[in-house]
């Protein structure tokens, strides 16, 4: 029996994490054990718990009641709790997901003490260490035993950064393997799509037609706290839904809620919250989010895990930051950089509505990614 050790504590490494889960349940319960620990980096009902009901995530053994708080204070209070669970657990391996706080702690504590880290969605680079997480993703891939890269591009950083792509086992943090896996996230997708069509009341709800509305996402901490940005976002997204008559759906991050009406002109804030065709929901569950993604005309977004999902649905999306680590959406042409600039989305949002056929081509794997991660796991580490 392996005994692994999973991080999760932001919402998307609980999604993620979820693939895993299942397929250990699924297939694996009998050689893998696995111990989850929720650093509690996101704490609302609707950004962890919801989560766990719906996609079935086994309760985690460890809350380690992290909360919110400066970069420097939260890391450090995770790394110290997530020894103290090491060190009392002996796990074979930490699992962590992505680029949040709660996976670079899990992997500074687990490698300062030798246990082998996994990473999973390892390589991924925006090039922009003004984001924390390009700090976070680069710390974690560089004291990682084996690291599963979601696209080929992942693997290219990796290789650039010295990474050898056919080195032999035994692996360990001066000798660790690259895989080219497929996109856990893409497993989640496929396996929740027709779940979600069947169960969820989201557009109904909301007076949503397919294919009528545009679904926007934006929590991403230089669009939420720097004012110019976040009027530009939504000086366009007003436009936008004026002018094409168009409604759109913005289930909206605490994170930015909480800054809106102290970021926003009071001019736009109210031209938002008074809105006919613009409406904010807070977060939605992962099954609403599937339903709104399936159906929406275009998706409009910061954040990492909801481009993918939108070009997974075959949807054109507008990427609201500089520059993205997802570089094949932007090479297919399904989806467009605009950064925080006001004509940029317009143009962006024009095109679209224009664009004939869009290509979304298959690069994310076969839906199968957890297994593959499982057997890898079984194979390598003792
Ligand atoms: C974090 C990740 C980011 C990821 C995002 C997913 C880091 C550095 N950032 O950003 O990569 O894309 O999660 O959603 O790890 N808050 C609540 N309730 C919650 C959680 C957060 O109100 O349950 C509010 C708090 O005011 C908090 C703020 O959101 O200060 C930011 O939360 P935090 O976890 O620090 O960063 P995110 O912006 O969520
Ligand atoms: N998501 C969700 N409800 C929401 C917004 C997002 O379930 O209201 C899901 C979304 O479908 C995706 C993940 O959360 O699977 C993305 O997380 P987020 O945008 O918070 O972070 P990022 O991917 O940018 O790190």
């Not at 669970?85 to 699992?95: D, H, M, T």
């Not at 399936?294 to 993918?308: I, R, Y």
């Not at 042409?333 to 950064?339: F, H, M, N, T």
């Not at 004509?343 to 593959?372: H, M």
Request: overall charge positive; glycine content about 4%; hydrophobic content about 40%.
């Amino acid at each position: 029996m392996v005994k692994i050790l999973t991080i999760i504590g932001a919402r998307p490494q609980i999604i993620k994490a979820a693939a895993l889960s299942r397929a250990i349940k699924n297939k694996y319960s009998k050689k893998i054990k696995e111990v989850i620990v929720h650093t509690g980096q996101h704490y609302d009902e609707n950004m962890s718990q919801v989560f766990f009901d719906e996609l079935d995530i086994p309760h985690p053994d460890y809350n380690l009641n992290a909360g919110s708080g400066m970069h420097g204070k939260q890391t450090a209070f995770m790394i110290e709790s997530i020894e103290e669970v090491l060190l009392k657990e002996k796990p074979n391996c930490i699992v962590v997901y992505g680029d949040t706080n709660s996976t670079l702690a899990g992997a500074i504590a687990a490698s300062k003490i030798h246990v082998p880290v996994i990473h999973v969605e390892a390589g991924l680079r925006s090039f922009n260490k003004s984001m924390p997480e390009e700090i976070n993703r680069i710390m974690c891939d560089h004291v990682s035993t084996l690291l599963f890269s979601p696209t080929k591009a992942g693997v290219g950083n990796l290789v650039k950064e010295g990474f050898e792509k056919n080195n032999k086992g035994p692996y360990s943090i001066d000798n660790p393997k690259v895989y080219h896996c497929g996109d856990v996230m893409y497993d989640n997708s496929l396996y929740f799509s027709s779940i979600a069509d069947k169960t969820s009341s989201v557009l109904k709800e909301n007076g949503l037609e397919d294919g009528r509305y545009i679904l926007a996402t934006i929590h991403r901490n230089n669009n939420t706290d720097e004012p110019v940005r976040l009027n530009a976002l939504f000086r366009a997204m007003n436009k936008i839904a004026r002018n094409n008559k168009i409604k759109i759906i913005i289930p909206l991050h605490p994170r930015t809620e909480k800054l809106l009406s102290h970021n926003l002109t009071p001019e736009l804030y109210s031209l938002i919250k008074t809105s006919d065709y613009i409406k904010i929901l807070p977060p939605v569950s992962f099954i609403e989010m599937i339903a709104l993604e399936k159906h929406a005309q275009l998706v409009m977004t910061d954040s990492g895990g909801v481009q993918k999902e939108a070009f997974f649905f075959k949807k054109p999306c507008i990427i609201l930051r500089s520059e993205t680590e997802w570089v094949e959406l932007v090479k297919s042409k399904s989806a467009i950089v605009v950064d925080a600039d006001e004509s940029k989305i317009l143009k962006a949002y024009n095109y679209f509505l224009k664009a004939k056929k869009l290509n979304f081509p298959s690069l994310f794997g076969d839906g199968k990614a957890a297994e593959f991660i499982c057997d890898e796991i079984l194979r390598n580490i003792k």
